[in-house]
């Protein structure tokens, strides 16, 4: 069993910056690809990135693609996600996920985090 934990979140103004991290509980981590999605309230849980085990494939949603920047130091068994030139509409509870298979279907992935808040104002 992998716990993830996911921590950054907050308040920011649109264009600003934040860094989410996602740091798990086991070595195994560093073995599985790792995902981030987000659910705004009333929306279905979104696709944002994914980068796997060995950091060779990344993969974004389109809405985030050129301003987002996902990355791993599985020594500290950790993910991020770089948050930048951020909207309004980026504002939502944002998951860190991890599996052994890259998906962009929140469906297919085993481990999750409890999700941490990004707001952003306009």
């Known amino acids: 069993q992998v716990r993830l934990v996911e921590s950054g979140g907050g308040l920011v103004q649109a264009g600003g910056s934040l860094r989410l991290s996602c740091a798990a509980s086991?070595?195994?981590?560093?073995?599985?690809?790792v995902g981030w999605f987000r659910q705004a309230p009333g929306k279905e849980r979104e696709f944002v990135a994914a980068?796997?085990?060995?950091?060779?494939?990344?993969f974004y949603g389109d809405s985030v693609e050129g301003r987002f920047t996902i990355s791993r130091d599985n020594a500290k068994n950790t993910a991020y996600l770089q948050m930048s030139s951020l909207k309004p509409e980026d504002t939502a509870v944002y998951y860190c996920a991890a599996d052994l298979d890259y998906s962009r279907n929140w469906r297919d992935y085993e481990y999750w985090g409890q999700g941490t808040q990004v707001t952003v104002s306009s």
């Open positions: 086991e070595r195994t981590f560093s073995s599985l690809t």
């Open positions: 980068i796997t085990w060995s950091r060779r494939n990344i």
